[in-house]
Each structure stands twice: as structure tokens, then as C-alpha cells.
């Protein structure tokens, strides 16, 4: 079975600056990791995914994440964020074995303000 | 346009009158799962269906029902609604790689 940490509930910015959303994970086998966005009143989105090859993943809107099996995270990341980007972000995990279940984290709500 | 439609979008109802909420998806995908969400909780998954009458529980299946007559839909179930099922709902279908392509969303509360 994997888990999912998310270890910030919520992270306030303001415009412009960076910001990084953690995320960490646990799992006895290789897995696929995903990011979604929820925006206030709507569905889950994919933000970008890793399933292999290159660890740093580029995904919509400017996110990118970085895979690092050592440590066991895929941090997202945003060089500078704009007041659009508030929304929750979740961090996902699902194994190798077709289709196991995606696991999610509990989320990481990003707050923007001006 | 490819999508996963779910309603009603919104519902509210009282203690014990049984609801369904239903789900399609028009891009042929084998795996089906709901999903609740819940303030501080996260989602967490109801029930999933691997392929056409293949249902199995996921991480919170007590008071619900699902079933899998056709590859495109997968409604859920509610015998008799109790408060604690107040929660907004997600249907989501998905490829082999993974990656969930998630309805807008249901958000019930039950009185």
C-alpha cells in the first residue's frame, strides 16, 4: 500500500514570488505520481504527471515537479505565481500494477494575494 | 469533448431516502472510481470498477452501493442517506498509466 503527505495545509504568497508545495510519499514498489489542481467550485484537474524518464516534469499554467526517489518527494513548484493560481493542490500516488489504487494526499491550499 | 458527466450537481435530502447519483464518461475507459471529499480529509475513494461488472470497495465503501452494467456508466448508491454521507462527491475514470480524469462534482447534504 503508498501514502501521500502533504506537509502544508496552507501556504499564503503573495503575487510574483515563488513557491514550492511539498509532498512526500511512501511505497514498497515503483509508482506514478501525479499533481491535480481543484479551483473553488470544480473538478479536479491534472497539473502534470511522472510515470518515467526524466525526474523533472513540466506541467500546465508554469508547474513543474521534481521526482526524487531517494527522498521519496515530488515537490511542485512555481517560479511566480499570480493571484489565478489560488486553489488547492493535490498530490497523488499510484503504483505499477495497472490499475491500483491513486492515492491522494489530503491537499494544500495556496493562497495568493496582491 | 471528453468528459465525465455526473448529476445532480447539487442535492439536498433528508434522513433515509435513497439516491442515486449517476456517472459517464464518453472515452472508453475501463476503470471507474467515486470518490468523496471532505474538509481536511482529502478524497478518499468509495468504490471502483476495474472493468464491466467488476466493482471492488475502496478506502470508505460503508452506506454506499455502486454497480457496472455498461462500460460508460457507474452510478452510486444510496440505500438510506444518513448526515455523515454530507460530503461533495467526484467521479473519475482513467487510462492504465493512471491518471484520473475527474467529473465536476456532486454536493449532497443530507438532513
Known amino acids: 500500500a503508498q501514502s501521500v503527505t502533504q506537509l502544508d495545509s496552507q501556504v499564503p504568497v503573495f503575487e510574483e514570488a515563488p513557491v514550492e508545495l511539498r509532498c512526500n510519499y511512501s511505497s514498497s514498489v515503483s509508482v506514478y505520481l501525479f499533481w491535480y489542481v481543484q479551483y473553488p467550485n470544480q473538478g479536479l484537474q491534472l497539473l502534470l504527471k511522472?510515470?518515467?524518464?526524466?525526474?523533472l516534469v513540466k506541467g500546465i499554467n508554469g508547474f513543474e515537479a521534481e521526482f526524487n526517489k531517494s527522498q521519496t518527494s515530488f515537490h511542485l513548484r512555481k517560479p511566480s505565481v499570480h493571484i489565478s493560481d489560488t486553489a488547492e493542490y493535490f498530490c497523488a500516488v499510484s503504483d505499477y500494477s495497472g490499475y491500483s489504487t491513486l492515492t491522494f494526499g489530503k491537499g494544500t491550499m495556496l493562497l495568493v494575494s496582491p | 469533448e471528453a468528459q465525465v458527466t455526473q448529476n445532480p450537481r447539487y442535492l439536498i435530502t433528508v434522513t433515509g431516502k435513497k439516491l442515486t447519483v449517476t456517472c459517464s464518461q464518453n472515452m472508453n475507459h475501463e476503470y471507474m472510481s467515486w470518490y468523496r471529499q471532505d474538509p481536511g480529509l482529502g478524497l478518499r475513494q468509495i468504490y471502483y470498477?476495474?472493468?464491466?461488472?467488476?466493482?471492488d470497495k475502496g478506502d470508505v465503501p460503508e452506506g454506499y452501493k455502486v454497480s457496472r452494467k455498461e462500460k460508460r456508466n457507474f452510478p452510486l448508491i444510496l440505500e438510506s442517506p444518513s448526515p455523515n454521507q454530507t460530503s461533495l462527491y467526484f467521479c473519475?475514470?482513467?487510462?492504465?498509466?493512471?491518471?484520473?480524469?475527474f467529473g465536476e462534482g456532486s454536493r449532497l447534504t443530507v438532513l
Open positions: 473519475a475514470s482513467r487510462v492504465r498509466t493512471g491518471e484520473l480524469f
Open positions: 511522472y510515470l518515467s524518464g526524466s525526474t
Open positions: 470498477s476495474m472493468n464491466v461488472e467488476v466493482t
